[in-house]
């Protein structure tokens, strides 16, 4: 069992939850992520580690709530307890010195780039942090991300601003008109952000590394959930993964794999709700 010390909203359907998990903490690192159960009966489902406190032994991450299993995480509060954590599982994103580095990060995968760019900053690296937002109100963790970033630019819809439009076309203008040469890009969020950035970067053969989100079940390359296709071969992501060059993916396989429970996740949904909120 772990505690949850932190249960917030940050913005409209995104959490982050705080657990205690001194051995996760000492060891994570960036890239990494942690399998959790939200109960007893729930699914296993792989949450990215979005900050750590090793004094403290405490791992935080950022989540969307869109299915069962997080709808019932997005209602725990500090003090109640969860069945399963395990972790760190991946691989750490390899990190080193570079001129210069983009993250580029929407939905929970704001989170997740977090810990890359302050490893980034520490080495030295100039970071570029490339937000997508639906709206200027969706953007978590500003300040954090102002500390370990030296330009911040946000794709958002609501004009509120420079940067309007969705993120591939603001990443080839920032391409275009920079003079300096982006070193690398990583990217984490939906397979749709990962897919476009990853086109965006191809004709100027930009290294893109993506933070894949396969469905998984264990996480330790055991039941082959997670099954993606990269330069023809196949890999696991929870073990050979979660980061892949984005220009080598079957983006197309990928696609096909994630939608193949859609129908029972709604239905899984709507039954726990009848039952919850009678
Ligand atoms: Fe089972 Fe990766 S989640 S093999």
Redesign the pocket.
């Known amino acids: 069992m772990a505690e949850i010390i932190k249960r917030e909203r940050l913005v409209p359907n995104i959490h982050c939850v705080e657990i205690e998990a001194p051995e996760i903490a000492r060891k994570c690192q960036p890239g990494q992520f942690i399998?959790v159960m939200p109960d007893e009966k729930g699914e296993r489902i792989?949450l990215t580690v979005a900050d750590w406190d090793r004094e403290s032994g405490t791992v935080t991450c950022v989540f969307l709530v869109v299915g069962t299993s997080t709808h019932k995480l997005s209602f725990l509060q500090a003090g109640d307890e969860i069945p399963v954590v395990v972790g760190p599982l991946g691989r750490p994103t390899k990190i080193e010195k570079l001129n210069t580095v983009m993250v580029i990060g929407g939905c929970y995968g704001i989170g997740a780039i977090y810990p890359l760019a302050r490893a980034y900053k520490n080495l030295g690296s100039k970071v570029l942090t490339l937000i997508d937002v639906k709206a200027d109100y969706l953007f978590y963790w500003k300040e954090k991300f102002e500390e370990v970033s030296d330009e911040i630019f946000v794709s958002s819809r609501d004009y509120v601003y420079d940067c309007q439009g969705y993120v591939p076309q603001i990443l080839k203008k920032i391409l275009r008109e920079r003079k300096q040469k982006i070193n690398r890009v990583y990217a984490s969020g939906c397979t749709y952000l990962l897919y476009t950035c990853a086109q965006a970067t191809q004709p100027a053969r930009i290294e893109t590394i993506v933070a894949l989100n396969?469905?998984?079940?264990?996480?330790?390359?055991?039941?082959?959930?997670?099954?993606v296709t990269v330069g023809g071969k196949t890999k696991?992501?929870?073990?050979d993964g979660p980061d892949f060059d984005g220009h080598q993916v079957d983006w197309e396989e990928l696609f096909a794999r994630r939608k193949s429970y859609f129908d029972d996740e709604i239905q899984s949904l709507c039954y726990w709700e009848r039952k919850t909120f009678p």
Not at 214 to 227: L, N
């Open positions: 399998i792989p396969p469905i998984m079940v264990d996480g330790t390359g055991m039941c082959g959930a997670c099954r696991f992501a929870c073990v």
